[in-house]
């Protein structure tokens, strides 16, 4: 998951940056961090982050000749 794909999910779920903090277990700090693109977080927190997206209804598109991306399950 990258960044963009982060704040587009969040987006498309409506979930504040708080919300996605309460669903994930994922710090307010690490957050706000890996949407501006100023660190990565570690891989528990980057699967934790993740999970809850998913788990909102989110399905992440991984790069198959369009480009990655984000949308809503159906």
């Known amino acids: 998951m990258t960044p963009r794909q982060c704040r587009a999910a969040r987006s498309l779920l409506g979930?504040?940056?708080?919300?996605?903090?309460e669903a994930s277990g994922v710090s307010m700090t690490s957050v706000r961090n890996f949407e501006r693109g100023?660190?990565?977080p570690?891989?528990?927190?980057?699967?934790?982050?993740?999970?809850?997206?998913?788990?909102?209804?989110?399905?992440?598109?991984?790069?198959?000749?369009?480009?990655?991306?984000?949308?809503?399950?159906?």
């Open 42 to 74: 570690i891989r528990a927190n980057l699967a934790a982050l993740k999970a809850a997206l998913e788990s909102g209804g989110i399905v992440f598109i991984e790069a198959n000749g369009g480009g990655i991306g984000v949308r809503l399950k159906d």
């Open 15 to 21: 979930w504040t940056q708080q919300e996605l903090v």
């Open 38 to 40: 100023a660190s990565q």
